[in-house]
């Protein structure tokens, strides 16, 4: 296990046993954090995963980079297995039969061969893999009125973001065609696409809360939001990432915690409620001023806030990592494993 650093991100490479035991923990984690709709797909998340376990790879790679801020793998290894997955066919015709890859690899050129043989394996065992995406929006129209000209959309955003975690976006909103001169969502029959200002939009408002969201989107001429739900996979905190140093203090020598938040702003929520001892609260660092225009905001739209956050971790971490959540006023769940 090597440290370092990125061009901007502090990273760990780990290897061979340690590698190995790192990819089957994660994978192991995020089957027993049980993600629904509002999170990032679980099992494409795991498919991903799996493209990097040196199990797969054949040490055709010399091991995996962490990023010491997310407990994720890097950015670089995530494009990787996408890479690798997207030539998969194209390199399996160029490499020809594994026969006679097998018969070769056992001549005086072994070693080429092995090498050669060693990608063949590796390039059909991901071909088919079902990858996480790394920024992709999808919009899906509810309804629409044609005599009102209003339309009900669904739009999720899938993004691997800036700060190393995995982050879903879920949104539904009503655009009324006539009332903005610029729309976010092009409406042609049942064909809903988002304008690529709206995606670049979104893609910046990632970084903060559902709530800032909502409300940048509620002042934009011809939008009614009704739901903005933000999920999170990540960070991984280990012994030896930079995560919450809390938690840092109950995972001993090889414990671990994983976080999953979610974070909602939306109309139908019944009242505010902070289930989340690790939330960043934009709110508290406002100024009194700001803080009252926040609170008018709320008034002003008819939303109310629920943030939550749930978490995996080893048995024998688990009472501490209660009795840490508890003494920050949260009732939380905890998946042992």
């Known amino acids: 296990m090597t440290e370092g650093a990125g061009a901007s991100i502090p990273a760990r490479v780990l290897c061979g046993a ?31 995963l799996g493209v990097l376990a040196p199990e797969v790879h054949r040490g055709l790679y010399p091991g995996l980079e962490v990023d010491l801020r997310s407990g994720l793998p890097t950015y670089r290894e995530w494009t990787r297995a996408q890479t690798d997955v997207k030539v998969a066919a194209d390199q399996l015709r160029q490499l020809g039969a594994r026969a006679e890859l097998e018969r070769k690899a056992g001549g005086k050129r072994g070693a080429i061969h092995e090498k050669q043989l060693a990608k063949h394996d590796y390039y059909a065992a991901i071909a ?47 655009q009324t065609s006539e009332a903005w001169a610029r729309p976010v969502v092009l409406l042609q029959a049942d064909d809903a696409r988002h304008t690529e200002g709206f995606r670049s939009l979104i893609y910046q408002f990632t970084s903060y809360d559902a709530e800032f969201t909502f409300l940048r989107l509620a002042t934009m001429g011809g939008l009614a939001v009704e739901r903005v739900v933000k999920g999170v996979v990540g960070p991984l905190c280990l012994p030896w990432t930079k995560g919450e140093a809390p938690v840092r203090d109950i995972l001993g020598a090889d414990g671990f915690v994983a976080m999953f938040a979610l974070d909602m ?32 905001s709320r008034q002003r739209y008819g939303y109310k806030v629920f943030k939550d956050r749930k978490f995996v971790a080893p048995r024998g971490v688990v009472a501490g990592l209660k009795g840490l959540c508890e003494g920050r006023g949260g009732r939380n769940v905890i998946y042992g494993v």
């Open 128 to 174: 088919e893999a079902q990858l996480s995406p790394l920024g992709e929006m999808s919009v899906a129209l509810r309804r629409s009125d044609p005599e009102t000209k209003r339309a009900e959309f669904h739009v999720v955003l899938d993004k691997l973001d800036a700060s190393g975690l995995f982050v879903r976006y879920s949104l539904d909103f009503a």
């Open 265 to 296: 702003a939306a109309v139908d929520v019944p009242a505010d409620r902070d289930n989340d001892p690790f939330a960043d609260l934009l709110r508290e660092k406002l100024s009194p001023e700001a803080r009252a225009e926040y609170d008018a």
């Open 18 to 48: 340690e590698e190995s035991a790192y990819v089957r923990r994660l994978r192991e984690t995020l089957a027993a954090a049980r993600l629904g709709s509002h999170y990032p797909d679980g099992t494409k998340l795991s498919s991903h």
